[in-house]
């Protein structure tokens, strides 16, 4: 599976941005998907996961409530809303594919190229 993120950007604090991951293959549906994030000088973290189906979600505490991951099966893509930003969402963000639905990026063999998001306060 080969994945392209898109979306990123600058926003003011309290903006909203959407993330795209676009996969390629034939096996987009097999894998639970998940985006991670890393902000300078931290470890790379968990943001939300979405199952095969997209009928599961899960979300990190911190974006809970304001970020909605979702996907699309026949346009192989994955999507990251992203509301009521905050300047501390500022980093790269990652989108990963996987057969876990994993909390960890150890659990995904798959990662796209990472697409960065400034927040501005």
């Known amino acids: 599976v080969q994945l392209q993120a898109s979306g990123g950007g600058l926003v003011q604090a309290g903006g909203s941005l959407r993330l795209s991951c676009a996969a390629s293959g034939r096996t987009f549906s097999n894998n639970n998907m998940g985006w991670f994030r890393q902000a300078p000088g931290k470890e790379r973290e968990f943001v939300a996961v979405i199952s095969r189906s997209g009928g599961t979600t899960d979300y990190a505490d911190s974006v809970k409530g304001r970020f909605t991951i979702s996907r699309d099966n026949v346009k192989n893509t994955v999507y990251l809303q992203m509301n009521s930003l905050k300047p501390e969402d500022t980093a790269v963000y990652y989108c990963?594919?996987?057969?876990?639905?994993?909390?960890?990026?150890?659990?995904?063999?798959?990662w796209g190229q990472g697409t960065q998001v400034t927040v501005s306060s």
């Open positions: 990963a594919a996987g057969r876990l639905f994993a909390y960890s990026d150890y659990g995904y063999p798959y």
